[in-house]
């Protein structure tokens, strides 16, 4: 008798692969890869968003204000067991003529090889 064994998804190498296609200009194209359908996504201290459906149309719409991303880079990122830190740096002009430069950690809590959740820390100002 044998048995196969299936082989845990690696949140280090699943994060690495996520953020190479933020990178790459392919950030929906990870969504839909990477993100659970009931995944929940929260920027600071607003209220979470719970779906996938939500969480997509989010991000369609952050996506369809940006009128030129200056710069974008992954500054640092970190895995503790399933939970993943990425510090990125964004420069983006919106289409309504503000130019936006930020930093922001994204936390992501990973399950069964997609994200479950994610919370955006960065300043408001």
């Known amino acids: 008798m044998s048995t196969t064994a299936t082989a845990t998804p690696d949140p280090a190498a699943l994060d690495a692969q996520l953020n190479q296609m933020i990178l790459t200009g392919r950030a929906m194209e990870a969504f839909e890869q990477f993100y659970a359908d009931d995944v929940v996504m929260q920027e600071n201290s ?4 719970a779906g996938k459906d939500l969480n997509r149309k989010f991000e369609q719409d952050f996506f369809a204000m940006i009128a030129e991303w200056h710069d ?3 500054v640092n990122s970190a895995i503790n067991g399933d939970t993943s830190f990425s510090e990125w740096y964004m420069d983006i002009s919106f289409k309504n003529d503000v130019r936006m430069k930020s930093s922001q950690v994204a936390v992501r809590k990973w399950k069964n090889g997609k994200v479950v959740h994610e919370r955006f ?3 408001k100002g």
């Open 72 to 74: 974008g880079k992954l």
């Open 46 to 49: 607003e209220e979470p968003r």
């Open 121 to 123: 820390f960065y300043n």
